[in-house]
């Protein structure tokens, strides 16, 4: 007697393997290759959504300074990385303004408002009225928004304005820092003037000298970024010249007759 064997359970088990083999070859692909590029759509809207962030914090600065306005508020969603106040006790930054030989303005400090990204190690700061951008461990930075810097030309007397801006904490606080969903809150105390006398005839030389930190890192070097802007043809066209020294950059602009330096200093209750 032929015995036959029943096949029809083998079957049915090398179905659901193969099955379940191309279930977990699929979710092994997406795992490999799909998961990291949304991990990168994610950072990249993380770093497009603070960028936007910093410009409204520079609205509101712009608020407080040049439109008197004595109280400013903004609620906003920090992700991907930490926003900080870096206040002007522990940064290497300077700005000196020199006009007709002497210093109109020595060693400004301006304090920042700094995001750093925790997985793309991008920089975004909020220092002195600009918003300006790099990459930690790379060279170069860009200016997302410039500063109300300009030269007023009225009948042939060309006058410098620049407008310094000062991020401080109460009590001077070195870091305040935040990561989520919280509240800036700044609030304006003063204002100064400086207003050298003007130079009849052709003008005078006005100096701007950048002072780049030294902590031997340049993760937060913006020379590269103030570069750009002062010497932009369609901006101060500033001239730079060497310093002498390789940790600052000065630049130079003839024929001006008077220059008009504002300072105001903000406060920064939170973050």
Same mark, same amino acid.
């Given at each position: 007697?032929?015995?036959?064997?029943?096949?029809?359970?083998?079957?049915?088990?090398?179905? +659901?393997?193969?099955?379940?083999?191309?279930?977990?070859?699929?979710?092994?692909?997406?795992?490999?290759?799909?998961?990291?590029?949304?991990?990168?759509?994610?950072?990249?809207?993380?770093?497009?959504?603070?960028?936007?962030?910093?410009?409204?914090?520079?609205?509101?600065?712009?608020?407080?300074? +040049?439109?008197?306005?004595?109280?400013?508020?903004?609620?906003?969603?920090?992700?991907?990385?930490?926003?900080?106040?870096?206040?002007?006790?522990?940064?290497?930054?300077?700005?000196?303004?020199? +006009?007709?030989?002497?210093?109109?303005?020595?060693?400004?400090?301006?304090?920042?408002?700094?995001?750093?990204?925790?997985?793309?190690? !991008?920089?975004?700061?909020?220092?002195?009225?600009? !918003?300006?951008?790099?990459?930690?461990?790379?060279?170069?930075?860009?200016?997302?928004?410039?500063?109300?810097? #300009?030269?007023?030309?009225?009948?042939?007397?060309?006058?410098?304005?620049? @407008?310094? !801006?000062?991020?401080?904490?109460?009590?001077?606080?070195?870091?305040?820092?935040?990561?989520?969903?919280? *509240?800036?809150?700044?609030?304006? +105390?003063?204002?100064? #003037?400086?207003?050298?006398?003007? !130079?009849?005839?052709?003008?005078?030389?006005?100096?701007?000298? #950048?002072?780049?930190?030294?902590?031997?890192?340049?993760?937060?070097?913006?020379?590269?970024?103030?570069?750009?802007?002062?010497?932009? *043809? @369609?901006?101060?066209?500033? *001239?730079?010249?060497?310093?002498?020294?390789?940790?600052?950059?000065?630049?130079?602009?003839?024929?001006?007759?008077?220059?008009?330096?504002?300072?105001?200093?903000?406060?920064?209750?939170?973050?």
């Amino acid at each position: 007697m032929q015995m036959r064997l029943n096949d029809g359970g083998v079957s049915e088990a090398v179905g +659901y393997i193969i099955i379940f083999g191309l279930v977990m070859t699929g979710i092994g692909l997406i795992t490999l290759y799909g998961y990291p590029v949304l991990m990168q759509q994610e950072s990249s809207a993380n770093i497009k959504n603070m960028e936007q962030t910093m410009i409204v914090l520079q609205n509101d600065v712009k608020s407080l300074t +040049y439109k008197l306005v004595p109280y400013k508020e903004t609620s906003l969603r920090v992700s991907g990385g930490t926003l900080k106040l870096v206040n002007r006790s522990v940064m290497d930054q300077t700005f000196t303004i020199a +006009y007709n030989g002497p210093d109109v303005v020595t060693g400004f400090i301006p304090g920042e408002l700094r995001y750093l990204s925790t997985k793309d190690n !991008v920089v975004i700061t909020l220092e002195n009225g600009a !918003v300006i951008e790099r990459q930690v461990g790379q060279t170069g930075s860009f200016m997302l928004a410039q500063p109300r810097w #300009y030269v007023d030309n009225n009948a042939g007397s060309r006058t410098l304005m620049i @407008n310094l !801006v000062e991020l401080g904490s109460q009590m001077d606080q070195p870091f305040l820092s935040q990561t989520g969903v919280g *509240t800036v809150r700044m609030r304006h +105390y003063q204002t100064l #003037y400086w207003n050298p006398p003007g !130079v009849a005839g052709p003008g005078a030389t006005a100096i701007f000298r #950048y002072h780049r930190n030294t902590d031997g890192t340049n993760d937060y070097d913006y020379s590269q970024a103030w570069r750009n802007f002062l010497t932009d *043809t @369609n901006g101060l066209a500033m *001239t730079e010249v060497i310093s002498g020294d390789p940790d600052i950059s000065e630049f130079h602009l003839d024929n001006i007759n008077n220059v008009v330096v504002k300072k105001y200093d903000l406060i920064v209750e939170e973050i």
